[in-house]
């Protein structure tokens, strides 16, 4: 079977768009605070217009009360309001923190696939250990399949987000967190890193083209039959402070490479540099010992 052509499905990172279980569960989480937010917010913006106008100078009918000090029912109203609002928004948030457990497992059709994720400076790494195959800043995965992420960084550390699918989760050198996700449909999307590493953050970004399932084991074959290999050489060609554009596959020499990165076995990337003059001689300064 040919491989699927993928077109963008609205805008690439708008999370009011789910494509996924995950994604429209935080949407509902979102949309769910803001209305509780909304149900104080408004009354204020609505008591200070009122107030403004019944207490203008031109009212006679305003009463002025210079000597008036207390009230138990404003007092009430103004303390059991935010109160309110906090536990509700406390509950939101703490029941859409269980059920929404990045590594809780995610049900889906067909099998489930592994992927390995390395963030590097400053690109992605994705790792399929099971297909022995590799991909720099793009992600391919069947629709509807449980995807299954392991994550760590080969640098400093920072974070993986796909907004259309969801869960937000930190990558950190030297450990592995856990994320599973599901695409329902099929399309390109679009992933970003969102924790700051570096003069090349802005462009730290990657594509996710959700395939048929039928289509996946077609693009599996076509990227084994690329020339490149990922050993370790390679791969610490790759932790070297670059922007890739080319999105460049791989077949998996190692099939524990991760492994080897997670462990720190492959020692880490070199990291953000100072490269100013001036920034390199407050740091030299400033280090006393």
Do not use: C
């Not at 708008?14 to 209305?35: E, H, K, M, R």
């Amino acid at each position: 079977m040919p491989l699927v052509a993928v077109q963008f499905s609205g805008s690439a990172m708008n999370i009011f768009d789910p494509q996924g279980p995950i994604a429209a569960a935080d949407a509902t989480i979102l949309i769910d605070s803001v209305a509780i937010m909304l149900a104080i917010v408004l009354p204020t913006i609505v008591a200070i217009l009122a107030f403004a106008f019944w207490f203008r100078e031109s009212n006679p009918r305003a009463m002025y009360r210079p000597d008036w000090a207390y009230s138990g029912r404003i007092e009430l109203v103004v303390w059991s309001i935010p109160a309110l609002t906090v536990i509700l928004l406390g509950g939101v948030a703490w029941i859409g923190s269980h059920q929404l457990d990045p590594a809780a497992e995610v049900q889906g059709t067909g099998s489930p696939v592994r992927i390995q994720v390395v963030s590097l400076d400053w690109k992605w790494l994705f790792i399929y250990p099971d297909q022995r195959i590799a991909t720099v800043n793009a992600l391919t995965v069947p629709v509807g399949a449980p995807l299954r992420f392991e994550l760590t960084s080969g640098s400093v550390m920072n974070v993986f987000f796909i907004p259309q699918l969801g869960s937000m989760i930190y990558t950190m050198n030297g450990m592995v967190t856990r994320l599973q996700l599901r695409a329902d449909n099929e399309g390109s999307y679009q992933g970003l890193s969102a924790h700051f590493s570096g003069d090349g953050f802005p462009e730290m970004m990657f594509d996710v083209h959700v395939i048929p399932q039928l289509a996946f084991p077609d693009w599996v074959a076509k990227t084994a039959r690329t020339d490149q290999v990922l050993n370790e050489d390679n791969y610490k060609k790759l932790t070297q402070q670059t922007i890739e554009r080319n999105k460049p596959t791989y077949r998996l020499s190692d099939p524990t490479l991760f492994q080897a990165i997670a462990t720190q076995r492959i020692p880490p990337g070199p990291g953000p540099q100072i490269t100013s003059e001036a920034a390199q001689s407050h740091v030299r300064g400033s280090d006393v010992r």
